[in-house]
Each structure stands twice: as C-alpha cells, then as structure tokens.
C-alpha cells in the first residue's frame, strides 16, 4: 500500500500575524486620521504662522510685513510648569498576600532610579506640552543597550511628535491602559535603516508609511523609513511585541 503524504502546507504564524498588524495599522490611521490633521494645523498656528495664506501672499507682493503677537505660548507654558512643579513619586503595593512590603520599597527605589538616571522630566514635559497644544501627548518606557557592555537598562524617553504613536482607537481611558495593541513608530534615513536592519533592507521591506499607493503618513518626507514597533495583547491577556 502506498504511503499517504500530506502536501498541504501550514499556515505561517508570522504571515498571519503581519496581515493583523497591518489591517490595524490602517484601522487605526483611519481613525486617528482627522486629529493628526488638526495637530499640524496646531502646531503651525502655534508657532506663529497664523495669517491666512491668500492674506500672506498679498501683503508680502506689497512689501508689507506680517506681524504675529503670541498669546498662546504664556498659556501653554503656564500649564506646563504648573504640571511639573507637582510632586512625584512611585510607590509600589503590596497587593497580595504572598507580596512583601519590603520588596514593594526596593521596586520602588529602584524604578526612581530609572526616573532620575534617563532624565525622565525631559520626557513628562514632552508629553504634557503636546497635550496642551494638540490635545494628546505620549512618553514611553524602553529597554536600551548599554554601550561597550551587553547589558540593558530600562530609561523613560520623549516621543518628539505625538503622530507617530498610533493607539487602539476602540480603548475607552483616556490613557489608553485598556488597550488591546498600539503602534509606536520612529522615523530613519535609508541610510540609518540599512545600518540598524540589514536584512530588512536587503528583503526590500516597505516604510510603514508607503504600504499603499498613496502615502498614509503624509509629514514623512521623501527618503524617510518608517519603522513600526507593534504591541499588542494575544489572547491570553499577555502583552507580546
């Protein structure tokens, strides 16, 4: 009797999961499409371009000067300083019976440490002066190398543009801790992306922002590479990258 073969091929994890992280990556631009217009109208506006273009055009064909007095920026900064002026501290829990308070208090000194050591205040007021002007602001938490040595180290860093995070839009808080993915992106010459991703580059791997026809990230400029790092929850609860 012959031996039966089974050809049929099976699925590929990583296909599947790259098909997910793009239908959400395209879901979620789409949803956030609207405020990220916004945003660049705000941070034009609030940088001190804020006469009509047809206006600008006229008066500068004349030799006229466009005077701008800003009254915005003393706002911004007021909440801004109020916000960091405020206290802050960690403070780890004990929430279970097998917890011990004393391991609450080194986890907790500890996590000051990574605060004070990455410059974190940078980072707060990133994000807190973007969510005065443009209604959203993010600073993330990362793991990094240490240089000439092969350990890491947790360090708090500023996101420098709040449109290049993309979080779940159906999450309900305000600070999106019922998530169930985000995207976090970082912008690269082609130069830094072949040094940092050889492989990526040499398989013709896409931008982020260039999967389609028309580009979906349109403050990226030509000659940019869109790198996406994707977090979500898989269905157990448990947060994978």
């Not at 605060?115 to 793991?143: D, I």
Request: net charge negative; proline share 5%.
């Amino acid at each position: 009797m012959d031996e039966v073969v089974d050809t049929t091929t099976q699925p590929d994890p990583s296909t599947d999961l790259l098909a997910l992280a793009t239908t959400r990556f395209k879901q979620t631009y789409e949803a956030h499409r609207a405020d990220f217009e916004f945003c660049a109208e705000v941070q034009t506006f609030i940088s001190g371009d804020q006469w009509p273009q047809g206006i600008r055009r006229a008066r500068e064909a004349m030799d006229r000067p466009c005077l701008t007095l800003d009254h915005l920026n003393q706002y911004v900064r007021h909440v801004v300083n109020t916000g960091l002026m405020q206290s802050r501290d960690v403070r780890v829990l004990a929430m279970s019976g097998e917890a011990d308070e004393k391991v609450g208090e080194i986890l907790a000194g500890m996590i000051r440490q990574i605060t004070q050591t990455s410059t974190s205040k940078v980072a707060y007021e990133t994000g807190l002066r973007h969510a005065c002007q443009t209604g959203f602001g993010y600073w993330r938490v990362k793991v990094i190398p240490i240089p000439k040595t092969e350990l890491m180290e947790i360090t708090i860093r500023k996101i420098k543009d709040p449109r290049m995070v993309l979080m779940d839009p159906f999450c309900e808080y305000p600070d999106g801790r019922d998530a169930h993915y985000c995207f976090v992106m970082s912008k690269l010459t082609a130069t830094e992306f072949k040094e940092q991703y050889p492989e990526a580059a040499e398989a013709g791997c896409k931008s982020w922002h260039s999967m389609d026809t028309s580009q979906m990230l349109p403050w990226i400029g030509e000659g940019s590479v869109v790198v996406a790092e994707y977090y979500y929850l898989d269905k157990d609860g448990i947060m994978k990258d």
